[in-house]
């Protein structure tokens, strides 16, 4: 018969590892606390602290840190893939304007409709907008603006797009021009507080100008749409898209600083730039608008 002596080793080597000792109360509330409100910023920056906190527990509330983070990849896959469209659209609305009396009779108007869906594999966009402004009852600006794009997500990162956008503006020479696009997108940033898209690819413009001549040209066309949130309650914007080609080349850009308000509600100051290389005869090349309006999120 062995002796008892020689196997007590064997078994405390065969025996199963002491279990790890349990997590603090107070670093387990904050976890569940941070994972309850959804907000991944928040569950990593409490994650980051906790094992610096509690270094023996370091490796456990990873565990804790991964699993929240699978399953809530899994689900937001399944949202995407099962949601009616209406469910994942989401917009904003801008309305801003001025009027004065007296000395000059002005009226300024503008309106922006900014809408979007991010479904599983496809994104789309549409935007509207209208600027009108006259002094005496005479039209002084008249720019009008309808764009969609749809995007086709080939991984996280890369995707297809098509674009098709229709503008008039009679003070900067045309009455209808007309934009069509496809072409690459990448995302080079989207981590925290900054997001980063690049776009490029050939497009097709038909121009109808105010003089009566037409114009239908190959371009290249080009964008950048950057986002910063300075802070919960700020966040600076800025757009910029180009159309490069032999005859007219145009290029606008946005730049416009978001502060919320309350709730949905939200001031937005911007400042837009249009240059166009070879306007009409009597026509500068760069026309800037400045609003300050609200918007509503929705």
Do not use: C
């Amino acid at each position: 018969m062995p002796n008892p002596a020689l196997l007590l080793p064997l078994g405390l080597y065969f025996a199963e590892p002491p279990p790890e000792p349990d997590l603090p109360i107070e670093i387990r509330t904050m976890l569940e606390e941070a994972m309850a409100s959804g907000n991944d910023g928040d569950v990593a920056t409490v994650v980051k602290y906790a094992r610096r906190a509690a270094p023996k527990h370091s490796q456990q509330i990873a565990d804790i840190a991964s699993r929240y983070t699978s399953e809530r990849s899994q689900n937001n896959t399944k949202m995407l893939r099962t949601a009616s469209f209406g469910a994942l659209l989401k917009g904003r609305a801008e309305i801003g304007g001025w009027i004065n009396s007296g000395n000059s009779d002005t009226l300024g108007i503008t309106g922006v409709l900014d809408l979007s869906r991010e479904g599983y594999r496809w994104r789309h966009k549409l935007k509207l907008q209208a600027d009108y402004q006259e002094n005496n009852g005479i039209p002084s600006r008249e720019h009008y603006l309808a764009a969609f794009e749809p995007n086709y997500k080939v991984d996280d990162k890369l995707y297809i797009y098509g674009a098709a956008q229709y503008e008039s503006d009679p003070f900067f020479g045309y009455h209808d021009r007309y934009s069509a696009s496809t072409g690459a997108g990448y995302t080079v940033l989207a981590r925290g507080p900054v997001t980063l898209d690049l776009e490029l690819g050939p497009a097709f413009r038909h121009t109808v100008f105010t003089a009566g001549n037409v114009e239908r040209n190959l371009a290249a066309r080009g964008s950048v749409d950057f986002d910063w949130k300075l802070t919960p309650a700020l966040t600076l914007r800025q757009d910029t898209s180009a159309y490069v080609q032999a005859a007219n080349s145009t290029v606008t850009s946005l730049t416009a600083v978001d502060a919320k308000l309350l709730g949905p509600l939200s001031a937005r100051f911007s400042y837009n730039i249009q240059y166009e290389s070879l306007p009409p005869v009597g026509r500068v090349n760069t026309d800037t608008t400045g609003r300050a309006a609200l918007v509503y999120a929705f």
